[in-house]
């Protein structure tokens, strides 16, 4: 089982428009960072693909991923799913449209913003078959759990993928951490987590509660994501214990 990091930043990137670093160093590449999304692949070879970043086609490209299997949506905020057309060049050799995953609110949310996504316009096949998760168990050789977690006055999905006797969460954009993450994230063989800056944050989890989620599910490793403009690689990675890592654009993880 692997897992492959296509882009660990912030909404707006790191630089920010204007080539604003913050506090990152401009000469460590690992602190250019594109929108969060991840894939998940198994043994045989089927990749799952976690967020349609604002990103996605820069990318599949830069990581040559020419395809996937499966598409799951942990929320609907546009850095998570403003890239979602460019899943329409892997709808064309297929005989049916991709599977989609969603949380029933975020369902209905994507819906109504690409409806020609889900269910085709003049002439056009549709290109994702969208079903909420609690409909599905087994998707492209994973099986999975979910869990909503609080993201500020909204929820994210929590996703914990199982496949070759191995486990991956992901568990981004959240504010809180409450007993029921802890429960689906248990003992999990990686945890990829929320971490936008050393600070508090209204709306996300800070360093001090990805590394407190870390402990409470008893992770085996852990990678930091959705990092912001002041989390400078090499600074928090002097931080953090050794089996907690910074993630960065086009990382892989072998399980």
Request: proline share 5%; hydrophobic share 35%; glycine share 8%.
């Amino acid at each position: 089982m692997k897992l492959i990091m296509l882009g660990s930043g912030t909404s707006t990137g790191v630089p920010r428009v204007g080539n604003d670093w913050g506090e990152c160093d401009p000469q460590e590449p690992r602190n250019r960072r594109s929108r969060v999304s991840i894939i998940v692949q198994n043994g045989a070879g089927q990749r799952i693909l976690v967020d349609t970043s604002t990103d996605l086609r820069a990318q599949l490209l830069a990581t040559n991923i020419p395809k996937v299997d499966a598409v799951f949506w942990t929320h609907d905020h546009a850095d998570h799913c403003h890239g979602i057309d460019d899943l329409r060049v892997m709808r064309y050799d297929r005989s049916n449209p991709l599977p989609g995953i969603a949380s029933r609110v975020t369902c209905e949310r994507l819906r109504r913003r690409f409806d020609y996504v889900f269910e085709g316009q003049f002439g056009y096949p549709t290109i994702v078959e969208l079903r909420e998760c609690s409909q599905v168990q087994l998707v492209a050789g994973f099986s999975f759990d979910s869990v909503e977690m609080p993201h500020g006055p909204v929820k994210s999905t929590g996703f914990r993928f199982e496949a070759d006797g191995k486990s991956i969460v992901y568990a981004t954009d959240f504010s809180e951490i409450t007993p029921a993450m802890i429960q689906c994230f248990r003992s999990c063989d990686l945890l990829v987590v929320d971490c936008l800056r050393e600070r508090p944050h209204p709306t996300h989890a800070h360093l001090d509660m990805a590394l407190d989620l870390a402990r409470r599910c008893k992770a085996k490793r852990t990678v930091l994501t959705h990092l912001d403009k002041s989390m400078d690689y090499a600074t928090i990675g002097g931080k953090i214990p050794k089996d907690v890592a910074v993630g960065f654009d086009g990382m892989e993880v072998s399980l």
